[in-house]
């Protein structure tokens, strides 16, 4: 009977300790890779949020018609009171339809001295009729509205809604149906006004600067990003070591 003799047995493998093992290049080019992205997206984001502040209201025009008049806000009555209404909008959204100019419905406030400030909840528009030399404030839908306050001056036959006007005044307005106006602080009827003027100013506003808050997770962001790269090239250094 023949004895076969076994092979050697096979030495147990034996971890080699974290210095000496192997490391794919490939892996870190590729976390290197990684972590360069997310640094250039972290700066994108940052350029973006100030690029955003100059290009937010880049030709803004602000429309004011202010008098005297006498009616009623909510529960309060007022008579002979000073008021005020305001809207701002963009030269670039004027839009034409022959000769008629008129602006996108966009945020109005008011002021009625003596009670307060508020804003329109009823959308409201600007419009000037040039073949008529009118201006007015009207209520949405544009066109087909209703006008609210209209103002006349021969100097309106040319003008656009695009540039600095005014001021022109009118003792009484051409056209008045101030009524049921929502608002803020309840409905505004203004029954009757005097001195009645009509102002566009054009300007660009302070730039809007980002928020503390967004500016610090942003700062903390690439805070971290910076330290893990600092650990990555540490790690990588002791190792070839």
Known sequence: MRVRHLPPPIAPLRSLPAHQQPCAPNSK????????KLILASLT??????????????NPITFTFQGTGSGTLG??????????????TDTSTVMQSGGIYSTPISPTTFNIAGIGSGAFV??????NNTSVSVVGLERAPN??????LDLFSSSLASYNLQT???????????????????????????????????????????ATVPEPTTMLLL??????????????????KREEA
């Open 29 to 36: 080019r590729n976390t290197m890779s990684r972590i360069s």
């Open 75 to 88: 529960n309060q009555s007022f008579t002979g009171s000073a008021f005020s209404v305001t809207l701002t």
């Open 143 to 148: 066109p087909g509205g209703a006008d609210i």
């Open 45 to 58: 984001l940052v350029v973006l949020c100030f690029s955003s502040a100059s290009v937010a209201n880049a």
């Open 219 to 236: 700062g903390t962001g690439l805070a971290g990003i910076a330290a893990r790269v600092r650990k990555q090239r540490h790690d990588g």
């Open 164 to 206: 600095n006007f005014g001021p022109i005044t009118n003792s009484t307005p051409y056209s008045l149906n101030f009524g049921g106006i929502l608002t803020s602080l309840g409905t505004l009827n203004i029954s009757s006004a005097t001195n009645v003027s009509f102002t566009a100013v054009t300007g660009t506003p302070p």
């Open 122 to 127: 009823t959308p409201v528009f600007v419009f």
